[in-house]
Structure formats: C-alpha cells, structure tokens
C-alpha cells in the first residue's frame, strides 16, 4: 500500500519535534510491514490544501494525519470526500477522536500501530453538510475557545493550562441564548448556557470521548441556563467525569437533529472540532453510519 503522511509542522506536539528524524523512522517502519510511505512536513496554513491532493491522487492509496485535532478533524472530511482510509498520528493537547479509535498517544507507538493495523469503518457527523469526527458547540464552549484562541502558550502544558484560565473567565456571566431543537423524538425549546452534539455517546471520563464510533447516533446535550456558581459545578463535574449525574445537564441519542437558534446575535460562534466557525440561524446535524475508512490498531501488534 502507497501512504502519504501530512505532518503539520505548527501543529500541538510537532512543533517540538525532530521532524524529518520521525519521518525516516516512520518510512522504514512502514517499509518493514510492506508499505511505501511518502512522509511531508508542511505549515499549517498548507495542511488542507496537501490533505485535498494526496486525496485526489490515484497513486495514493491511504493518508496518515499528524497534528492536532483541527488537523485531524481537516484529515477526517478530506478522507470522507475521497473514502481513502486515514491513519491519525496523535499529536494534539486532547487528541480526542484519535482517543476514540485507541490509538495510542506516543508517536513512534502510534506510527506502528497505523503500519500494523486494519482499516475498519466508523461514523462521522456533518453540521450543515461540514464534517466533524468529535464534537459540535454552541455556547460556552464556543466562548472558552474563543477566550484561549487571545492567550498566549508555547507549549500542550501550556495550551492546558490557557484552556483552564479560559473556563474561568468563560464562568463569569455565563452566556444564555434560546435554542429550538427539533428531532424524531420530538421538539424542545429552552434558554441554554451550552449545547453540545457529538459524533456518537460520549462516555464518563475526565477526558470525555466516543465509547464507540460505530453507533449510528449522535450524542445530544443540553446545559439549561445557569448561574456562575452551577456552572463552575458543572465543570468540576465534567474534570471528574460525573457531569451525567448534574442537573444541569440533559442528554439524549438522535439520528438527525436541526437547531434553530431564533435570537442568534451577528457575530455568535459554533465550535466544531476545536475550531471556531460563524454560528448559522439555522444547523442540521446528520450522522453518517459508517462513511470513515480508518486505520486502526490491531490487538497484538508491535514493532
């Protein structure tokens, strides 16, 4: 198998790192399991654009994306359009969807796990017809992002400790706006501090990923509004993974759902996969069963 790996230079964890070191040990790695690996180390600004060509390329026969999770979520809707099987390098603050498919976190680990694996199918979630592999937001956790995305940080220990100080300042005033939801289940309309749609049921812990990818569900959830005092609750709640239990929260699993946002302010913001976009009055959220050809480790391998 030909494989292309895009390595995002600015990306999480690559920064800091020997970069044409880790691509000549990936290339005999990938050559000792009997594949061609094509290894390219490029700026962040150039990653789509590099994701879109190895795509369309016939020679290429699978994509291996290393960076953070915007880089990994950019790989996951090239590879939805192209149906090439990717193989996500890990190399973000959360790595959230990589956490998901158990990849492991270390890079040469995960690099043999990718040259060892097996391409299985998983699903992905589109809002508005844009691709998403872990989470959609509207509220607070557009606000926390948009807080982190003015600090300053150098380094993941660093980028965690912004995103602590952004939950913060995000607490104060806790932002409240009204949302419709309208699903097969039936409608619901209420003022909300954070609403939020993932790619499959997240699980309880502290890091709350996709207990599994194959569902065929989007997980819904609803943080009503709250004061400062009950969102700081609802966090703490979230950091020790019983944010399930708060009764702030409501939760439920749909195939479809349309938010409908009816008091939406001009200049409001959705996050999808880390990365603020413009919030629409109007979002439909669809899961796509099974449309992500990804490589995954296989129980047993090594080295």
Known sequence: MKVRAILNRDGGT????????LCARAVDLFGRHGHELECRVVAGSSVEAELDAAAADPAIDAVVAGGGDGTISAAASSAFRSGKPLGVLPAGTMNLFARSLGMPLDLDTALAAIAAGAVSKVDIATANGRPFVH????GIHARLVRIRNGMVYRSRVGKMLASLRAIFASAVNPPRFEVELHAEKGEMRLTATGVAISNNPLDESPVPIAETLDSGVLGVYVARSV???????LVLDVMTGRWRANPAVRE????????????????????VDGELIDL????????????????????????
């Open 14 to 21: 690559l920064r800091t790192t020997d970069l044409d070191a």
């Open 280 to 303: 629409e009055t109007e979002v439909t959220l669809e899961i796509h069963p099974g449309a992500l050809s990804v490589i995954r480790p296989v129980l047993g391998t090594d080295r």
């Open 227 to 233: 004061t400062t005092n009950e969102l700081l609750s």
């Open 252 to 271: 439920t699993e749909v195939r479809d759902l349309v938010l409908r946002f009816p008091r939406r302010k001009r200049g409001t913001h959705a996050v």
């Open 135 to 138: 989470q959609f937001g509207v």
